[in-house]
């Protein structure tokens, strides 16, 4: 087994990780990167990024990961493909395994797991997964091409699934559980703007049929009134954009969590209830949730870390 030292681990590879890598090796911390499950996070899942600042003419998921990735790599930073697979919070320094057999005893840690997508719950979800189900247009999307899709969820994340997808497939129903959509004004815009896009106002999803492959749903409108009214729906795929779960799983149960899951931080910093463990992006971030507001509290992380091992020294 491989054992190395170091000043800084930080767990997950998005914009978050990323911008700590930055920061931590410029600040001649040597850190060490795990890029978990998603290198690059949820980012390489979307398709074009317009509002990363520097980006005038935007900029692919893919490409602003490589991007930082390069960056990271340039200051040094040691950025390892693998996962960690278990790690004790319970003293420093901590040490952690990851699944390519190393061991890392690590004076401080930063948690940038992100958050992962989330599903409605139904078991026919796991029965069609790779089979017409999908929580992800840009991975699955080019699969349903001249066919009929849906796209759950009324955010933007459902807004831009189901554009991506209008450009593929014949027709995309959004399945919407309320009277409105929650996405930005400018993607509602778009959305009621794509002739091939039909939206399905306070409808929810009952199930999901087929014989072997996804072949529809079935759906209620307007549940629990006088109108409620049962049909189906049918659809070669169903793509669900109905929000994300924060992914601290390893951390449980010595890291403080809110009611929804994510880390909670303290004192207006990145700062977690265990001195030396930071948590930065979607993780800690359940209300702004963007690539831009995730690499600052990546940098936030990073110059807190520095700061608390200034303080130890
Ligand atoms: P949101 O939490 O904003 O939206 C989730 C949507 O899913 C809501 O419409 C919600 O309905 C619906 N929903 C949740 N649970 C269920 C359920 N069980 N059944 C049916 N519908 C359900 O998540 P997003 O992933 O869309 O966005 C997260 C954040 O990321 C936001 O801040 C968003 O602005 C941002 N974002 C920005 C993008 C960009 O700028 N390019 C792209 C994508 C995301 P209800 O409204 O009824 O709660």
Request: glycine share 10%; charged share 20%; aromatic share 8%.
């Amino acid at each position: 087994m491989q054992q190395i030292n170091t000043k800084c681990l930080i767990i997950g590879s998005g914009p978050a990780g990323y911008t700590a890598a930055i920061y931590t090796s410029r600040a001649n911390l040597s850190p060490v990167m795990y890029v978990g499950h998603q290198p690059g996070g949820q980012l390489t899942t979307t398709t074009e990024v317009e509002n990363f600042p520097g980006y005038h003419n935007g900029v692919t998921g893919t490409q602003l990961m490589d991007d930082l990735h390069k960056q990271a790599s340039r200051f040094g930073a040691d950025i390892r493909t693998g996962i960690i697979t278990d790690i004790d919070l319970t003293q420093r320094p901590f040490v952690a395994h990851a699944d390519d057999g190393t061991e890392i005893v690590a004076q401080t840690v930063i948690i940038s797991t992100g958050a992962t997508a989330r599903y409605l719950g139904l078991p026919d979800e796991d029965r069609y997964k790779g089979m017409g189900v999908s929580a992800c247009a840009t991975c699955d999307g080019f699969f349903y091409r001249g066919r009929r899709v849906a796209v759950v969820g009324g955010g933007d994340t459902a807004c831009e699934e189901a554009l991506y997808l209008s450009n593929i497939a014949s027709e995309v129903y959004l399945i919407v559980r309320k009277n409105h959509l929650r996405a930005s004004k400018v993607m509602q815009r778009r959305v009621v703007e794509k002739p091939n896009i039909h939206i399905l106002f306070n409808t929810n999803t009952e199930g999901l049929y087929g014989a072997e492959f996804l072949e529809g749903a079935h759906l209620v409108e307007h549940i629990g009134t006088d109108n409620e009214r049962h049909y189906d729906l049918p659809v070669d795929g169903f793509f669900l954009a109905i929000g994300h779960t924060p992914n601290t799983e390893l951390f449980r149960p010595h890291i403080a969590l809110d009611d929804t899951g994510y880390i909670k931080t303290f004192d207006h910093s990145t700062a977690t209830n265990i001195p030396g463990v930071f948590a930065a992006g979607d993780v800690a971030d359940p209300h702004y949730r963007q690539a831009i507001t995730a690499a600052g509290s990546g940098c936030k992380a990073a110059l807190d870390t520095e700061r608390f091992l200034n303080e130890q020294a």
